[in-house]
């Protein structure tokens, strides 16, 4: 299991008494469904629905074979929302990401063939793999949601999300994302290899027959709807917060780029993606405000990617998770 997103009061209620009984019901039943597919990853469900709640995109890192593809797949069949999946190569090039316009001889016009970019969730497989011309296609797919061709702007569907992967492992023949595009994802979700009893659990399932190119026959179905899921997100909108937790999230934030290790800290943009992510597990917890131990929760996916090391800190071993914890150990927490 990923340790991204943790509750500090016990394990996310699947039903809620107050407000919004029925979307945060139909939620925690897409985790639940996912479960059927994805064995042990219950935390990394959680952070992509978190994405979700706050309309924000996801950077994944994991060596292969982790289920990266499979957790994306088995939560758009649970969410009733279409997915594809692009495999990101040295040699693609943005009009095969964004579609293009292609003439046709019948008509002897040009018409705009949409390419994969138009669905619900994009996995971008290896992204860091493709130079960086074709990385920036994305830009405007992930912060305006629409794509221009030929000046003219094309919204994408809604929800939409970008889930990009990257191997941590290797790096030859790779081009880095620039921090303005790694500050454009909200959370990033590190998948460790599984523990024994994971790995024991999931080889059962698949000696049991489990074909994970087949979610139907695992009995993944769908069990919320993009309505629900919208539903949820006004719901999250209504979460309160106190002032003197605003005051703790940019205190957070600004005490990262005070930190002697580190080039660049967390930007406006990351303060504002904090509270974001903190609101949507508050909701997720039960709760119509926001806590500092919100904040710490998810602190970790939220800023993690945001954070620069200096070159000598690296070579002396430090981690932007080390800088985190540095962080919200220090920054006092209001009471």
Same mark, same amino acid.
């Given at each position: 299991?990923?340790?991204?997103? @943790?509750?500090?009061?016990?394990? $996310?209620?699947?039903?809620?008494?107050?407000?919004?009984?029925?979307?945060?019901?139909?939620?925690?039943?897409?985790?639940?469904?996912?479960?059927? &597919?994805?064995?042990?990853?219950?935390?990394?469900? @959680?952070?992509?629905?978190?994405?979700?709640?706050?309309?924000?995109?996801?950077?994944?890192?994991?060596?292969?074979?982790?289920?990266?593809?499979?957790?994306?797949?088995?939560?758009?069949?649970?969410?009733?929302?279409?997915?594809?999946?692009?495999?990101?190569?040295?040699?693609?090039?943005?009009?095969?990401? @964004?579609?293009?316009?292609?003439?046709?001889?019948?008509? &002897?016009?040009?018409?705009?063939?949409?390419?994969?970019?138009?669905?619900?969730?994009?996995? &971008?497989?290896? $992204?860091?793999?493709?130079?960086?011309?074709?990385?920036?296609?994305?830009?405007?797919?992930?912060?305006?949601?629409?794509?221009?061709?030929?000046?003219?702007?094309?919204?994408?569907?809604?929800?939409?999300?970008?889930?990009?992967?990257?191997?941590?492992?290797?790096?030859?023949?790779?081009?880095?994302?620039?921090?303005?595009?790694?500050?454009?994802?909200?959370?990033?979700?590190?998948?460790?290899?599984?523990?024994?009893?994971?790995?024991?659990?999931?080889?059962?399932?698949?000696?049991?027959?489990?074909?994970?190119?087949?979610?139907?026959?695992?009995?993944?179905?769908?069990?919320?709807?993009?309505?629900?899921?919208?539903?949820?997100?006004? *719901?999250?909108?209504?979460?309160?917060?106190?002032?003197?937790?605003?005051?703790?999230?940019?205190?957070?934030?600004? &005490?990262?780029?005070?930190?002697?290790?580190?080039?660049?800290?967390?930007?406006?943009?990351?303060?504002?993606?904090?509270?974001?992510?903190?609101?949507?597990?508050?909701?997720?917890?039960?709760? @119509?405000?926001?806590?500092?131990?919100?904040?710490?929760?998810?602190?970790?996916?939220?800023?993690?990617?945001? $954070?620069?090391?200096?070159? *000598?800190? *690296?070579?002396?071993?430090?981690?932007?998770?080390?800088?985190?914890?540095?962080?919200?150990?220090?920054?006092?927490?209001?009471?």
């Amino acid at each position: 299991m990923t340790d991204d997103v @943790t509750d500090p009061n016990g394990p $996310i209620p699947t039903t809620k008494s107050d407000v919004g009984a029925d979307a945060h019901a139909a939620l925690a039943r897409v985790r639940g469904e996912v479960g059927k &597919a994805v064995v042990g990853n219950d935390s990394a469900v @959680t952070t992509l629905l978190i994405a979700l709640l706050c309309r924000g995109h996801v950077l994944v890192e994991g060596v292969p074979g982790v289920a990266k593809t499979l957790l994306v797949r088995a939560l758009a069949s649970s969410l009733e929302l279409s997915t594809t999946r692009i495999q990101f190569t040295p040699d693609l090039m943005p009009g095969d990401v @964004t579609g293009s316009l292609v003439y046709d001889t019948r008509s &002897a016009e040009f018409s705009f063939r949409e390419g994969p970019v138009f669905t619900n969730l994009m996995l &971008a497989d290896e $992204i860091n793999r493709t130079p960086p011309k074709t990385q920036a296609s994305l830009l405007e797919a992930m912060e305006e949601r629409q794509v221009s061709v030929d000046g003219a702007p094309r919204p994408l569907p809604e929800p939409f999300a970008v889930i990009a992967t990257q191997n941590p492992v290797e790096h030859e023949g790779t081009y880095p994302l620039p921090e303005a595009q790694l500050d454009r994802f909200l959370l990033k979700i590190v998948l460790p290899l599984p523990s024994r009893e994971v790995e024991v659990e999931m080889l059962g399932r698949h000696a049991a027959g489990f074909d994970p190119r087949d979610l139907a026959a695992a009995g993944v179905r769908a069990v919320a709807t993009p309505a629900d899921l919208e539903r949820a997100r006004g *719901e999250v909108a209504a979460v309160s917060v106190d002032p003197a937790v605003l005051g703790y999230v940019v205190d957070v934030c600004s &005490a990262t780029r005070q930190s002697p290790s580190v080039a660049l800290g967390v930007s406006p943009r990351g303060t504002t993606a904090l509270l974001a992510t903190a609101r949507a597990w508050a909701w997720m917890c039960g709760r @119509t405000f926001v806590t500092p131990d919100d904040v710490k929760a998810l602190a970790h996916p939220t800023l993690r990617h945001r $954070i620069q090391l200096r070159p *000598e800190a *690296e070579l002396e071993g430090v981690t932007t998770s080390a800088v985190l914890d540095t962080v919200l150990n220090a920054v006092p927490v209001p009471r």
